[in-house]
């Protein structure tokens, strides 16, 4: 060991590939993790019964499309009047990033056009003042609810209840005054949502007077229950009554889609496996890239202590306990480098997620023992032929070596 630390920068060069391949399996897997961790805590915070329809939309050559504009107002209405048997209620929706200010303080936030019933139907509560009514919908009224984390950035500590604050509208629609009436609660995120850098407005406020258009985006539909039969029953409902009111003839592909929440949650598993295979095979790569220069230096380590195997040798050494030797050290070598890869995997997940304010990860203690297990596997196996070369030494020809 001691040829190793003479010098550090060789052995840390050649184990470069160990460190970059270990590092990009924590920091991916913490992603990945902290990810699920999140969805499947917002998605529960939710009730597992929701519904979503939205505009039948998929990708071709890389580009959206579909009909975009083929849910309208009435539609989430139609819903929440007509299919009381399996649903409860339904809420439309619309949402997409905006500037928000308050006198000479600004941050970004996601606007959301909903109804009275978000807070029901989100299990999102008001913590300060009040949220908007059905009159407040039906009058377009200008009001706004804020998520805790505008409220901190535009008023800090001071009362945010009864202030205005500025939007600005998409298109020529210009600046926008909406006045402040309530708080939500701090939620965290739902799926990739970060719920608390919402505001809330009233869906035709939103559609009228923010975004100028006459569709809406999404309906969530709350299913009886969470029970399958009553999911499927709530899906088959929705297609019906859509289906009829969208005049879509039989035998003709929907406008629109209808998804239960935990198809999403099974797309989202589908989704990390795949990445988990490609980041896997990319760490691979590395590891055989890294073993590839463990062996290297190994085998310079055993041309400049010749000699000391062939003292050993005389002295009473076995080839078996030479072979062990330089295996161990080769082992020991891979798993210091996979030890400073999940250092660096962990700081890479801890700086994206400062940077990014989206991604919330997660390390757990399975995921570096995994790596650190596949570091000392690379060790091993990279250290087998310099560790049979040294064994085979003919004692002899190794003390006359100079």
Not at 30 to 44: H, K, P, Q, V, Y
Not at 241 to 256: E, N, T
Not at 323 to 330: R, Y
Request: glycine letters at 10%; aromatic letters at 6%.
């Amino acid at each position: 060991m001691r040829s190793l630390w003479i010098h550090p920068l060789r052995s840390i060069l050649a184990t470069l590939g160990v460190i970059i391949g270990v590092a990009a399996v924590v920091a991916a897997m913490a992603i990945l993790e902290g990810m699920s961790a999140r969805m499947a805590t917002g998605f529960e915070s939710m009730g597992s019964n929701k519904l979503y329809v939205m505009p039948e939309v998929e990708r071709r050559n890389r580009r959206a499309v579909g009909n975009f504009d083929s849910l309208e107002l009435d539609d989430a209405y139609a819903i929440e009047r007509n299919c009381q048997d399996t649903i409860s209620r339904a809420m439309p929706q619309i949402n997409n990033s905006v500037t928000v200010k308050f006198r000479s303080k600004s941050t970004n936030a996601s606007i959301l056009g909903a109804t009275e019933a978000y807070p029901l139907i989100n299990n999102h509560n008001v913590v300060e003042g009040e949220f908007f009514s059905r009159a407040n919908v039906q009058g377009k009224a200008s009001v706004v609810v804020l998520g805790s984390k505008v409220k901190e950035e535009l008023f800090g500590g001071r009362p945010a209840i009864e202030e205005k604050i500025k939007i600005s509208g998409l298109g020529a629609l210009g600046t926008r005054t909406l006045t402040v009436i309530g708080v939500m609660e701090e939620k965290g995120n739902v799926g990739f949502t970060d719920v608390d850098r919402q505001i809330i407005i009233p869906i035709t406020t939103a559609m009228e007077k923010v975004y100028g258009v006459k569709y809406i985006q999404t309906i969530i539909a709350e299913a009886r229950s969470a029970s399958d039969a009553d999911i499927e029953a709530g899906k088959s409902d929705i297609k019906k009554l859509l289906r009829m009111r969208h005049k879509i003839r039989a035998g003709h592909q929907d406008d629109f889609q209808v998804q239960a929440q935990k198809e999403f949650v099974q797309q989202f598993g589908q989704f990390q496996k795949i990445i988990g295979v490609v980041l896997g095979s990319i760490a691979g790569i590395s590891l055989v890239v890294g073993g590839i220069g463990i062996m290297n230096i190994m085998l310079v380590a055993v041309t400049e202590r010749t000699r000391e195997i062939g003292v050993r040798m005389a002295m009473g050494a076995q080839r078996l306990d030479v072979m062990q030797q330089f295996l161990v050290e080769a082992s020991f070598v891979s798993f210091l480098g996979g030890a400073l890869g999940v250092a660096m995997g962990w700081g890479m997940a801890n700086t994206i997620e400062k940077l990014t304010r989206v991604f919330e990860t997660l390390t757990t203690p399975w995921s570096i023992a995994a790596a650190l297990a596949m570091a000392t596997f690379t060790g091993i196996v990279s250290g087998i032929y310099p560790a049979w070369k040294a064994s085979r030494l003919d004692p002899v020809e190794a003390l006359r070596y100079e």
